[in-house]
T-cell receptor, first 113, second 114 residues
Framework: DAKTTQPPSMDCAEGRAANLPCNHS???????VYWYRQIHSQGPQYIIH???NNETNEMASLIITEDRKSSTLILPHATLRDTAVYYC??????????????FGTGTRLKVLA | DGGITQSPKYLFRKEGQNVTLSCEQN?????MYWYRQDPGQGLRLIYY???????QKGDIAEGYSVSREKKESFPLTVTSAQKNPTAFYLC?????????????FGQGTRLTVV
């Protein structure tokens, strides 16, 4: 299964952009990259996902390299409420219309006042 | 409101007892998943199901069992065979097998075995 590698922790000043990197060098051509975040003891919250093209929504932007071996999640103006663990995930096809989501260990982002 | 409901939020059991964690969704989703999370770790897949009466083992299925008798329900039983059952358990669902969609997660059940 495709695996993801993320730095264990990062700090970001409030109001600045937070850039969270992810390496997924073994990803296959039809596997999507997803980003979720988890605030302590809650269920993961969906942020964004993409396949090849860069994506943007109201929460964040996702930049995927041309070779698809890495990606970066960008939170354009981080707030204290963005402090959480961010997971970069690959969605893997397992046959018969079935997918599973492969989680890494995540990046603990701390937004500093 | 639509969503995924896991109950209870906290659960305590004695060692050697089986325990069943509930997961219900009213989103009309086909796929449902169970994950386990240990402190400081990512999520690991226990079981998943794409349709009623069908489910597949994930990466750490030993000591667990599931059923999918109804589309909206996917209960997980932690059996006495699970060596380290204390963990945070998360249930998720996905709208469609083949589409470009995201998984929705419940708020989790924290199981403590004493």
């Amino acid at each position: 299964d495709a695996k993801t590698t993320q730095p264990p922790s990062m700090d970001c000043a409030e109001g600045r952009a937070a850039n969270l990197p992810c390496n997924h060098s073994t990803i296959s051509g039809n596997e999507y990259v997803y980003w979720y975040r988890q605030i302590h003891s809650q269920g993961p919250q969906y942020i964004i996902h993409g396949l090849k093209n860069n994506e943007t929504n109201e929460m964040a932007s996702l930049i995927i390299t041309e070779d698809r071996k890495s990606s970066t999640l960008i939170l354009p103006h981080a707030t204290l409420r963005d402090t959480a663990v961010y997971y970069c995930i690959v969605r893997v096809w397992v046959g018969s219309g079935t997918y599973k989501y492969i989680f890494g260990t995540g990046t603990r982002l701390k937004v500093l006042a | 409101d639509g969503g995924i409901t896991q109950s209870p939020k906290y659960l305590f059991r004695k060692e050697g007892q089986n325990v069943t964690l509930s997961c219900e969704q009213n989103l009309n989703h086909d796929a449902m998943y169970w994950y386990r999370q240990d402190p400081g770790q990512g999520l690991r897949l226990i079981y998943y199901s794409q349709i009623v009466n069908d489910f597949q083992k994930g990466d750490i299925a030993e000591g667990y069992s599931v059923s999918r008798e109804k589309k909206e329900s996917f209960p997980l039983t932690v059996t006495s065979a699970q060596k380290n059952p204390t963990a945070f358990y998360l249930c998720a669902s996905n709208p469609d097998r083949g589409r470009n969609t995201e998984a929705f997660f419940g708020q989790g059940t924290r199981l403590t075995v004493v």
